[in-house]
């Protein structure tokens, strides 16, 4: 047992946590060099010059999709950001199109469920 942050913790919970194993980070493309500082102030800009009115998510709503086709046929709603603001719009899928989603997500069976093979 360790003690840290006025808490006995087991050894096991001092461990770090290793998302792959070294052949598998090795087989990732490395890195590619970004300039931050330009990134963050166009990304700023963006934000800061973007009035919400005038982009597509409100004249294109968020909907469905099922096998390529949109599932556009319910009623438009307003979605809102985390302050209760309107920030776009969404559309709800109509009855017979969540039916369509419904069976469609009951009986989807993907070609493949093991994947171990192609990943290594």
């Given at each position: 047992?360790?003690?840290?942050?006025?808490?006995?913790?087991?050894?096991?919970?001092?461990?770090?946590?290793?998302?792959?194993?070294?052949?598998?980070?090795?087989?990732?493309?490395?890195?590619?060099?970004?300039?931050?500082?330009?990134?963050?102030?166009?990304?700023?800009?963006?934000?800061?010059n973007?009035?919400?009115?005038?982009?597509?998510?409100?004249?294109?709503?968020?909907?469905?999709?099922?096998?390529?086709?949109?599932?556009?046929g319910?009623?438009?709603?307003d979605?809102?950001?985390?302050?209760g603001?309107?920030?776009?719009?969404?559309?709800?899928?109509?009855?017979?199109?969540?039916?369509?989603?419904?069976?469609?997500?009951?009986?989807?069976?993907?070609?493949?469920?093991?994947?171990?093979?192609?990943?290594?």
């Open positions: 047992m360790l003690k840290g942050r006025g808490h006995t913790l087991p050894r096991l919970a001092t461990r770090a946590f290793h998302f792959a194993s070294p052949s598998y980070h090795a087989s990732l493309l490395p890195a590619v060099a970004a300039n931050r500082a330009a990134l963050r102030d166009a990304a700023i800009f963006a934000l800061d973007t009035n919400p009115t005038l982009t597509t998510w409100h004249w294109e709503p968020v909907c469905s999709m099922l096998n390529g086709k949109l599932l556009d319910g009623a438009k709603t979605t809102r950001d985390a302050f603001a309107a920030n776009g719009a969404q559309l709800l899928a109509s009855k017979s199109e969540l039916a369509l989603l419904t069976e469609h997500v009951t009986t989807f069976a993907p070609p493949r469920q093991d994947l171990r093979e192609p990943v290594r």
